[in-house]
């Protein structure tokens, strides 16, 4: 079946930018979204980008798209502790099909 | 609005209980997913519903049944608990299926010994 990979655990210095990627395998996914998942929380969506889009900026985020290797990124530029979070990305083709998370820690 | 609520927050069962978990949103939203979050798994839709007296298995629908009678509220139910259920889940909501945002309860810690 269709699957959503993302590196478990990411480590970064307050300040510093975090990117943390994904890759997908269903070419006819048409939305990709970031979302964000706090401690004892639900998720919630940071942001999104549209498959015929390759970059998509907001405040401090930045998507990044490359269709042809269908692999996705999130930049957080300036990283604060209030980041610390576990972020999931997820495609949406036929279903929404979501990756295992990234848990971003972030270190003062 | 309240958004996305969950009812319990956290169960504990033994196994062969049964139990209902209760799904409510506000938003007026036709589509409504419950969810099972599990560590390094991501999250795996159990069942989701279109409209109301609609539902369709997801990608793991066994030992799980659904409902929506209203359009407002989806539940879920366990008829006999296993240990492999433990777990903690998520019900969530959206205007449309695709390319729609999907709202997220607060999700219900659910614990089968």
């Known amino acids: 079946g269709e699957d959503v990979e993302q590196s478990l655990f990411l480590s970064v210095r307050e300040g510093d930018s975090s990117v943390i990627n994904c890759t997908y395998t269903d070419s006819s996914s048409t939305y990709l979204y970031w979302y964000k998942q706090e401690p004892g929380a639900g998720l919630q969506l940071l942001t999104y980008?549209?498959?015929?889009?390759d970059m998509k900026q907001d405040q401090r985020l930045t998507v990044l798209l490359n269709k042809k290797d269908k692999h996705l990124s999130l930049r957080i530029a300036d990283t604060q502790t209030g980041d610390s979070a576990i972020y999931f990305c997820a495609a949406q083709g036929g279903k929404l099909i979501f990756g295992q998370g990234t848990e971003l820690s972030v270190k003062p | 609005n309240a958004g996305v609520t969950q009812t319990p927050k956290f169960r504990v069962l033994k196994t062969g209980q049964s139990m209902t978990l209760l799904c409510a949103q506000d938003m007026n939203h036709e589509y409504m997913y419950w969810y099972r979050q599990d560590p390094g798994m991501g999250l795996r839709l159990i069942h989701y519903?279109?409209?109301?007296?609609?539902?369709a298995k997801g990608e793991v629908p066994d030992g799980y049944n659904v409902s929506r009678l209203k359009k407002q509220n989806f539940l879920l139910g366990l008829e006999s608990a296993a240990p492999s259920q433990t777990s903690v889940y998520f019900c969530?909501?959206?205007?449309?299926?695709?390319?729609?945002?999907?709202?997220f309860g607060p999700g219900t810690r659910l614990t089968v010994l």
């Open positions: 969530a909501s959206s205007h449309q299926t695709s390319g729609g945002e999907q709202f």
């Open positions: 519903s279109v409209g109301e007296g609609t539902t």
């Open positions: 980008i549209f498959s015929n889009m």
